[in-house]
């Protein structure tokens, strides 16, 4: 491993224009709170050390690029939740991340699980989670999905669509089944995020519209059925939200909904589940608010809400994934390849390139989304440099962090850490140029262990079974 400056390879430009919210550390050493799992620390020789475990260690047991998840960060954050939402079902959303393992700790957390595949299902259930914590969804939930949801007794299905209380009666029928269900509606919120990750707005694929009547036509059509067992409304407005301004519309629209229910049935909704999307820090200028806080909107929207339309304070459930789960995750990559870019008017840019990219994180190019890095091995006192983190694809677009201020002697050979990276990383990974996805371990009191072990090329050679 060389930490010598490649001889005018990186200059010190701390001055380069970087984007505005983009702020020059003080100390590149020092790491943010907010950004990394509970108790992560440096240790004597400036390495960085999560739950316990020197990144340089796990990435030398367990190579690079790795995901790192904190078992004890995690469980505090359901644990946060689940006395922050008191009396709540709290439903951790698998899509963020989801191995046997994570499901464990799901379930011992006193935590629900919101599943959207056979697949989910099957992980979670070997996870030891019970079928009726099990809340499925799904835009187009396939027969075999739908058949294997009802034989398990999943204790809810979210239903997207009227095909699908169409096959979901039609399955009831066959197997001498009730299904209960939400209706997942569209509030026709347009919440503050990237367009890709916003889905209460009305032009997209996910649940019924409130505004055009479908949302009421498929309650009715739910309550009427003799297979369905109604619960009440669903809504999630999207992901990576601050502000509660769009739950609170979101939470006055589904109320007056379950009212105008009321009007037509005379039966009150016992249920609403307001989803997820609690954002969490990618970066310094990233400051969500606490979830206690968010959880005191909650109740109060609620409340007032149901006093407004004159309506009984229904059971109510959330579905946070991210926030759990990805404060817990760092990504280590190793440094192979330094280039500094002349860019005009003689600045230049300094491109790291690492050993993963948009195979293992496709987030920055799906939403543009933002990261920071620190170099994990060692301290450095050697001037920030604004650098690119890109990855190894054949891509131009294949950049893991657009912007970010790293020391300037950052060398081959070097470890990058990335906060922020348990959730919809690892679970969002592809096999983009032949790339084996990197393994998921687990750290707990600076034991690492294995939950999802790394893809090999006999892997990807075994499924490649033509001639
Ligand atoms: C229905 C549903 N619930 C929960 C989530 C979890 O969202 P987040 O990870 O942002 O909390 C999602 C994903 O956005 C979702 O589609
Ligand atoms: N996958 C998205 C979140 C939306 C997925 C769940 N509906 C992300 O990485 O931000």
Redesign the pocket.
């Known amino acids: 491993m060389t930490h010598m400056h490649i001889a005018g390879s990186i200059h010190a430009d701390a001055t380069h224009a970087g984007p505005t919210w983009l702020a020059l550390p003080e100390d590149l050493n020092v790491l943010d709170v907010k950004l990394w799992p509970r108790g992560t620390v440096r240790d004597g020789q400036g390495r960085i050390v999560v739950g316990g475990a020197t990144l340089t260690d796990v990435a030398a047991e367990h190579g690079t690029p790795v995901y790192l998840i904190d078992e004890d960060d995690f469980r505090s954050r359901a644990r946060e939740f689940r006395s922050a939402f008191p009396g709540w079902q709290i439903f951790y959303?698998g899509?963020?991340l989801l191995t046997r393992r994570v499901a464990r700790w799901a379930a011992e957390e006193g935590l629900n699980l919101?599943v959207t595949t056979m697949g989910e299902m099957r992980i979670a259930l070997a996870g030891g989670m019970p079928a009726a914590r099990l809340g499925l969804?799904g835009n187009n939930k396939s027969d075999a999905e739908i058949a294997f949801a009802l034989e398990q007794g999943v204790g809810r299905i979210i239903v997207d669509s009227f095909n699908e209380i169409d096959r979901l009666e039609r399955h009831c029928e066959a197997g001498g089944h009730t299904a209960r269900v939400l209706v997942r509606v569209t509030t026709g919120v347009e919440a503050h995020t990237h367009e890709y990750?916003a889905?209460a707005h009305e032009d997209q694929k996910f649940g019924l519209s409130i505004m055009g009547g479908a949302a009421l036509t498929a309650l009715v059509r739910c309550h009427a059925s003799k297979y369905l067992d109604l619960r009440g409304i669903h809504s999630?407005i999207?992901?990576?939200i601050f502000e509660t301004h769009g739950f609170e519309v979101s939470i006055r629209r589904a109320m007056k909904l379950a009212h105008q229910f009321k009007m037509a049935t005379g039966v009150e909704l016992p249920e609403l589940d307001l989803?997820?999307?609690?954002g969490i820090a990618y970066t310094g200028a990233d400051n969500p608010p606490p979830v206690s806080e968010v959880a005191a909107a909650f109740e109060e929207m609620v409340e007032h809400e149901c006093r407004a339309f004159g309506l009984q304070r229904p059971e109510l459930s959330i579905?946070?994934?991210?926030?759990i789960c990805g404060p817990a995750g760092v990504a280590i990559y190793e440094v192979g390849t330094v280039k500094v870019v002349e860019l005009e008017g003689g600045r230049s840019r300094v491109y790291l390139s690492v050993d993963g990219g948009m195979s293992d994180n496709i987030r920055p190019a799906l939403y543009a989304a933002e990261y920071s890095a620190a170099l994990a091995n060692r301290t450095s006192d050697a001037p920030p440099t604004l650098c690119r983190v890109v990855g190894k694809h054949c891509e131009g677009g294949d950049i893991l962090i657009r912007d970010v201020f790293l020391p300037s002697d950052v060398s081959l050979g070097d470890l990058i850490a990335v906060p922020g990276s348990g959730?919809y990383s690892r679970s969002m990974a592809n096999n983009y140029n032949q790339i084996p996805k990197p393994p998921v371990v687990s750290v707990k009191d600076g034991v690492s262990s294995v939950m999802l072990r790394r893809e090999t090329l006999d892997d990807l050679m075994r499924l490649d079974v033509g001639k």
Do not use: C, L, M, V
Request: proline letters at 5%.
């Open positions: 959303a899509k963020a919101d969804h990750i889905t999630h999207g992901s990576q989803g997820g999307g609690f579905e946070p994934g991210r926030a959730a």
